[in-house]
């Protein structure tokens, strides 16, 4: 039987720690945030369900960092799907007129993704 790699579940802490840094300042002052990032608009209700977004994945990382490798399996697949998601709906905003400074978001999403689909390939 395969056993989940200690690399893994320390990504899976280190996760839990990126998606925290985004999702506290975004959930409590989603403007003063955004507009670090270079927004000059910012809608509070949809800033604080992407927030809602990575408290939930983030948090499930730290939740699930002793599980089987069968719960980590399914986790990828959702990381995966979520950030394959996000780098599709950031590069669609780019190209609507959001600001560049979102290339390093996707620059983040991206890295965690490639992560994820080598684990799961590792995995299977």
């Not at 979520?82 to 890295?111: H, K, R, Y």
């Amino acid at each position: 039987m395969k056993q989940v790699p200690s690399s893994l579940r320390t990504w899976f802490i280190i996760h839990f720690i990126v998606d925290y840094l985004f999702a506290i300042p975004l959930f409590i002052a989603p403007t003063w945030f955004l507009t670090f990032f270079g927004f000059t608009v910012v809608e509070s209700v949809t800033a604080r369900l992407v927030a809602a977004a990575l408290f939930g994945i983030g948090g499930i990382s730290l939740l699930s960092r002793n599980e089987s490798v069968d719960a980590y399996k399914s986790l990828l697949k959702l990381k995966i799907i979520w950030s394959v998601s996000a780098i599709a709906g950031l590069i669609i905003s780019i190209e609507q007129g959001s600001p560049a400074s979102l290339w390093f978001v996707i620059l983040i999403f991206t890295l965690f993704c490639g992560l994820w689909a080598y684990y799961l390939r590792k995995l299977k």
